[in-house]
């Protein structure tokens, strides 16, 4: 078989390992040929590919990004966009497509499965693990590992000034970076966009801990937490897909927590360091299960659909299943997260 790849949307760590597994597996045990195509949907769009081979995607189980590159851009925005694609799966003489995405990329391969019939699977990636009907998906163990590394260096520096630190981070609107990374590092409160925030909790969870001895504290707030003026959020930038821009809440709060507790307190974004350098060796493991999944099912011709991780077992379902809603986070682990604020 003649294979397309390609990586849409944010980058993640792991996506490389989901490269190199397909390539390996089809070139080695099915002597099948693998192309990439590059930038996402724009690699189709524009006929922009890229061979290959065993040589050329070597050493990269511990890379970060992707080396076919990404974007998020949106065919259905593209006049001839769906039909470019077509096209190029036929000048490339294809077969098949492995699109590895989050719900915009996988959205996008399931439209053009279902109206336009092209032979695809989907691979799920997402530092935010905002996908439905996948128990995780890679890139996020990653990110919060670097989460819970940046609490402990922050814990430092706050305890020596007695300082609040609030740290804002990723994962658009949904918790789960906040919540895992919270809890690894220790946080002290944690604001998530599934729950509204209240100031006045807040400022007196902090208050009853420096009561208690504590001079420091630390804050994490998702980037997609909100207070009350939700109206904000409508001038905002937004990308092809229709998503806002968000940032900035972690500001917002810090100078709100300073003004109603009268200790010193300072912001710090994480942003994009949550989603660059090497996979942690779950997100390694876990984008090669899929790529491997992933090259099989294009064998079996098994389309439209996406592999996913279920207990401890890869295995397959309709791509709608992962895109028609947002996972978002499980409550039980928030509350989990609760019984340490204050
Ligand atoms: O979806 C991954 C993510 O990193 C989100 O957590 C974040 O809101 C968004 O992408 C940032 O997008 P960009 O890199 O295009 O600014």
């Not at 989050?102 to 439209?111: I, N």
């Not at 207070?227 to 409508?234: I, N």
């Not at 790529?291 to 996913?308: C, D, N």
């Amino acid at each position: 078989m003649r294979i397309g790849i390609l990586t849409g949307g944010g980058d993640c760590p792991g996506l490389n390992a989901v490269i190199r597994a397909v390539v390996r597996h089809s070139i080695k045990n099915y002597a099948s040929e693998v192309i990439g195509f590059l930038e996402g949907w724009r690699g189709p769009i524009e006929n922009m590919v890229m061979p290959l081979t065993l040589q050329s995607t070597g050493g990269l189980i511990q890379r970060g990004g992707t080396i076919l590159r990404t974007s998020r851009t949106n065919p259905f925005k593209i006049e001839k966009g769906p039909e470019r694609i077509l096209e190029s799966m036929q000048k490339n003489r294809l077969d098949a497509l492995i699109a590895v995405g989050g719900e915009d990329t996988c959205g996008v391969a399931s439209k053009m499965h279902k109206q336009h019939g092209l032979n695809v699977v989907c691979v799920p990636k997402t530092i935010d693990n905002d996908l439905n009907a996948t128990d995780f998906t890679f890139g996020f163990d990653t990110a919060v590992n670097i989460v819970a590394e940046a609490l402990d260096r922050l814990h430092t520096t706050a305890e020596s000034h007695n300082r609040v630190l609030v740290c804002e981070v990723m994962g658009r609107h949904a918790g789960w970076i906040a919540c895992y990374g919270g809890i690894a590092g220790g946080a002290d409160y944690i604001l998530v966009p599934e729950k509204p925030i209240h100031l006045q909790d807040v400022v007196d969870s902090i208050k009853k801990r420096h009561a208690r001895g504590k001079d420091f504290s630390i804050v994490v707030v998702a980037e997609g937490a909100m207070l009350d003026d939700k109206e904000s959020l409508k001038d905002q930038e937004q990308d092809a897909f229709g998503h806002v821009k968000l940032g900035g809440i972690g500001d917002q709060l810090a100078k709100l927590i300073e003004k109603h507790t009268g200790y010193e307190t300072r912001a710090i974004v994480l942003g994009h360091i949550q989603r660059g350098g090497s996979p942690t060796a779950f997100d390694r493991v876990l984008a090669t299960r899929f790529g491997v999944l992933a090259t099989e099912l294009v064998h079996q011709k098994k389309f439209g659909v996406m592999v996913s991780l279920r207990g401890n077992e890869i295995v397959d379902v309709p791509v709608e299943a992962g895109v028609d809603s947002l996972k978002t986070l499980d409550m039980g682990v928030y509350k989990v997260a609760q019984v340490f604020f204050g």
